[in-house]
């Protein structure tokens, strides 16, 4: 599985396919706060980013499931 070690931040990033400034732009996010995100070891999602990330996708035609949100067990 190519996402083993990612965090939900790093796999959600990864299907977007854009830098990190234009990810933020998309998701109405602050550069830093996503960039924070995707060098945090843990790399939560929380409830707000999210439905962001969901709204964005969406608009986007990028498939996003409950796995690529969610940390690996």
Given at each position: ?73
């Amino acid at each position: 599985m190519a996402d083993l070690g990612k965090t939900p931040w790093q796999k959600v990033h990864e299907k977007f396919g854009m830098s990190p400034a234009q990810f933020a732009r998309e998701l109405g996010r602050h550069r830093s706060k996503i960039s924070r995100a995707l060098s945090d070891e843990k790399g939560l999602i929380n409830g707000k980013d999210q439905e962001l990330i969901l709204s964005a996708a969406s608009k986007l035609n990028i498939a996003i499931t409950a796995a690529d949100l969610t940390p690996v067990q």
